[in-house]
């Protein structure tokens, strides 16, 4: 019997399991696909870094060749008024390098599965969980998988969800809660010749706004000669497209004159995808032998690249805790909570921070622009949301929203959305047992 059997392989599960052989814990990672597998979601966050040098994974990264991410880059809809930002502008502390990566998922997964493996962790692959097993405590205590016609009952002291968005045991435990207000749809796909920009920004990723509200296009280096394209929209619109996905796709292409020219010459090489259901979270992330981890507990909205960093924080802290537990033989909830309260104020500084910027678009690049809070923009878009109890410059935004709401003359009157920003979590329950803890933060006090 090992002491943790996790569900997926993925950047969380296999992050975890890395983690636990580390530590000496017996972890088996059982991976419904084969891989290298196709996947969407190909930029990192500086923060991920960190991660990845504890792993001992920096080197695999410069192997595998993955892209270098230096900067990002924003294009409104017009043709006027790009910002971007360099990332060395303001290093994180135990981050050595002046850049993270964008990558090839089926490639990247592969390779963390791989160096999880070579830790320690053993590694199945192509196999089905069918049932998370319960004992009659309702502790879990191990999984069912199928095996060609056999149904195999497979034994461990903890059992980890790290399935992403199919959110295995949130969805049989009834936990998942969909966002009420982010509803978004991408449509995807992979170009040839894509003209990247100068020199300097070439290798940077690019989020080009649209004309439309919540839409967005991203375009992602994923090698030397391959740019990964993406039109993100809000479902009313997605629905408009009516099964002509091509004709949606181009249709945005030729909205916003740097998209127009950023495609002139591509050519695409693949087909198209579509993701939906991005926005979401558990009710809880944590239970009676058993953890979420990853985007299987809460995906809020791709635009700043959050998911990764996400997926391989939340294995690193599940892993402290499954640790102690493991010490202590003892595998109740609450000896779970501190990852799920850690994490989860994380992400809920990303979906303020993601909230008023599609509330106010023009906020952002005005915020971005000004030295007093250029530093803690910084900071946020690089990921480090996570060991921090105030982030000053979200209530300033709020603040200066209610200057634009309250001012009929203002110059971003005409730019503001429909996105309430009253109470910021949709969990009341979290933020209850956030401020008995004594950690409320700016990202989820409500004013």
């Not at 990264?61 to 008024?81: D, Q, R, T, V």
């Not at 950023?262 to 926005?279: H, I, L, N, P, Q």
């Not at 032998?289 to 809020?300: C, E, K, P, Q, T």
């Amino acid at each position: 019997m090992d002491d943790v059997i996790i569900i997926g392989g993925g950047p969380a599960g296999a992050s975890l399991g890395a983690f636990l052989s580390k530590a000496g814990v017996s972890n088996t990672i059982i991976e419904k696909a084969n891989h290298p597998r196709e996947h969407v979601g190909e930029s990192l966050v500086s923060n991920s870094n960190r991660i990845l040098s504890e792993l001992g994974l920096l080197p695999v990264m410069e192997a595998e060749k993955f892209i270098h991410k230096y900067g990002a880059a924003w294009h409104p809809p017009s043709s006027e008024g790009t910002v971007s930002i360099r990332f060395a502008e303001f290093p994180l502390e135990g981050v050595d390098q002046p850049y993270t990566y964008h990558v090839d998922r089926g490639k990247f997964d592969l390779a963390l599965l791989k160096h999880a493996e070579a830790l320690g962790s053993k590694v199945i692959q192509g196999i089905t969980v069918s049932q998370v097993l319960f004992d009659e405590n309702q502790f879990a205590c191990g999984v069912r998988v199928k095996i060609g016609d056999q149904s195999v009952a497979l034994k461990s002291k903890i059992v980890v969800d790290a399935s992403g968005r199919d959110t295995f045991l949130g969805r049989h435990l009834r936990l998942k809660k969909k966002d009420p207000i982010f509803n978004q749809y991408a449509i995807h796909t992979w170009f040839e010749n894509v003209d990247r920009g100068d020199e300097e920004t070439r290798d940077y990723i690019h989020i080009y706004f649209l004309p439309v509200e919540r839409g967005w296009v991203w375009q992602i280096p994923i090698s030397r000669d391959l740019t990964s394209i993406g039109v993100v929209v809000e479902r009313e619109q997605f629905t408009q497209a009516k099964g002509d996905l091509e004709s949606f796709f181009y249709e945005h292409m030729h909205s916003t004159p740097d998209l127009v020219y950023a495609m002139r010459d591509a050519r695409r090489v693949r087909g198209f995808k579509t993701e939906g259901d991005y926005s979401y979270t558990l009710t809880k992330f944590v239970g009676d032998g058993y953890l979420i981890i990853g985007d299987a507990a809460r995906f809020v909205d791709p635009i700043f690249s959050s998911g990764i960093s996400v997926a391989l924080n939340s294995g690193k802290f599940a892993s402290e805790v499954i640790v102690k537990a493991l010490a202590a033989n003892d595998f109740r909830e609450e000896l779970f909570k501190p990852y799920e309260m850690r994490l989860r104020q994380g992400v809920e500084i990303w979906y303020e921070f993601i909230r008023l910027y599609y509330k106010l678009l023009p906020l952002f690049t005005y915020f971005i622009q000004t030295p007093k809070y250029r530093l803690q923009i910084f900071r946020l878009l690089q990921g480090e949301v996570y060991d921090r109890s105030e982030v000053p410059v979200l209530q300033a935004m709020r603040d200066y929203i209610k200057k634009v709401e309250n001012t009929e003359t203002h110059v971003f009157r005409r730019a503001l959305t429909d996105i309430p920003l009253g109470d910021l979590s949709f969990l009341p329950e979290f933020e209850a047992e956030l401020e008995a803890l004594g950690g409320a933060s700016t990202a989820v006090t409500a004013n």
